[in-house]
């Protein structure tokens, strides 16, 4: 009698990509808001990973800037998306940046930080908030300050091939 061997079963790796959203949220003197974060050096805008149980992008910028700053944003443009390949010792992602638009004096005045994360905040002149945020979050908010539609980005850097949303591509 030949015995017949079960087939193996294969193992499925789903593909992971980290996802995170970050929102820009200014004064209404235009004055950006920025974050140093505990955990790493420089520093960065309100926002953070999306979680895995579903959560949407514009619902993790929503409950990060909640999180860290206490301020409910209840509209948005996509202003930027940056894809940032993996590599040694980096995760690389999807990144979302929504620009949240301009708050009142009463709103950024009841700024409370989560100081498990954040150690202070404070509202900067672009340019000054520029050189102050880290290399790949400038690039985003630089590009996404550049462009009226939504700019796509690999590595922080604009893609030739892909002009912003609104922008209708001519053939000749």
Do not use: H
């Not at 004064?27 to 140093?36: E, P």
């Not at 948005?76 to 940046?97: H, N, S, V």
């Not at 908010?141 to 091939?161: C, D, H, I, N, W």
Request: with cysteine.
């Amino acid at each position: 009698m030949t015995e017949i061997a079960e087939p193996l079963a294969e193992a499925f790796v789903v593909p992971t990509i980290p996802v995170s959203a970050g929102a820009l949220i200014f004064d209404r003197a235009g004055r950006l808001l920025i974050l140093k974060p505990t955990y790493k050096s420089g520093w960065t805008i309100p926002g953070g990973v999306m979680e895995a149980d579903g959560e949407t992008p514009w619902q993790a910028c929503q409950r990060e800037v909640r999180e860290e700053c206490a301020i409910e944003i209840s509209s948005g443009r996509l202003a930027c998306m940056d894809f940032r390949r993996p590599r040694e010792g980096r995760t690389g992602g999807i990144r979302f940046l929504f620009d949240c638009g301009s708050f009142g004096d009463a709103v950024l005045r009841g700024v409370a930080v989560q100081p498990e994360e954040i150690s202070a905040y404070r509202l900067a002149a672009l340019p000054e908030a520029l050189n102050l945020l880290r290399g790949p979050i400038r690039r985003r908010v630089k590009a996404a300050m550049a462009s009226p539609g939504t700019v796509y980005l690999e590595q922080g850097r604009p893609v030739a091939a892909v002009r912003p949303l609104g922008q209708r591509q001519r053939r000749s």
